[in-house]
């Protein structure tokens, strides 16, 4: 799947036919933080990855638009 900027992540979640809560559900999360990265908020880096992983694409792919990836050290 490719879903390039995080206004399309609500429609990811669509197309995999799982509410809001049913993704933070399997990622782990609060379904107040699948909401916040829905709206572009800032979220941390595992829960983006945690998202992407249920989705099956990668962190990158659910990033804000605008929004640099982390910088490895």
């Not at 995080?6 to 990811?12: E, F, G, I, N």
């Not at 941390?44 to 490895?72: N, Y």
């Amino acid at each position: 799947m490719n879903y390039p900027t995080m206004s399309t992540l609500r429609d990811a979640r669509r197309r995999a036919r799982l509410t809001q809560e049913e993704l933070a559900e399997r990622a782990g999360l609060a379904q107040s933080v699948v909401s916040r990265a829905e709206k572009g908020a800032s979220v941390a880096e595992d829960s983006l990855a945690k998202i992407a992983a249920v989705l099956g694409c990668s962190p990158d792919e659910v990033r804000p638009t605008g929004t640099p990836a982390p910088i490895a050290r």
